[in-house]
């Protein structure tokens, strides 16, 4: 039952993203980012926690997921650290993904080459 959860929550947000592609002027890049702001506004409103808590990886792998952490990591770093956490927060909790994403951004810049659009 865990796996259906997440397969359709994950796939709810995809078919969001996929709905705002087709039918706005929003470029992808646009969509990406505005993911990730929801994620952080509602982390901090508290109301991502309980869809992690019942979706599971449908709610934490996409976008929306990686600004909850964010979210989460700055509350947590203001109770220890004051306001320097507002600005080291973020960046603590989510810094293995990030770290992921460039790690496999390069090895796939060793891999493929790359072509121009023309």
């Known amino acids: 039952?865990?796996?259906?959860?997440?397969?359709v929550v994950g796939g709810i947000l995809c078919l969001i993203g996929q709905i705002l592609i087709d039918k706005t002027k929003l470029?992808?890049?646009?969509?990406l980012v505005?993911?990730?702001?929801?994620?952080?506004?509602?982390?901090?409103?508290?109301?991502?926690?309980?869809l992690v808590e019942f979706a599971g990886a449908g709610a934490t792998v996409p976008l929306t997921g990686f600004g909850n952490t964010l979210a989460q990591g700055v509350r947590e770093a203001v109770q220890e650290d004051g306001?320097?956490?507002?600005?080291?927060?973020?960046l603590k909790a989510s810094a293995g993904g990030i770290a992921t994403a460039i790690l496999a951004g390069l090895i796939a810049s060793l891999i493929f080459r790359v072509k121009d659009k023309s």
């Open 1 to 7: 039952m865990d796996y259906l959860k997440a397969f």
């Open 27 to 31: 470029t992808p890049a646009r969509i």
């Open 34 to 50: 505005s993911y990730v702001v929801m994620g952080v506004l509602l982390g901090a409103l508290g109301l991502y926690p309980p």
């Open 83 to 90: 306001f320097l956490g507002i600005i080291t927060g973020g």
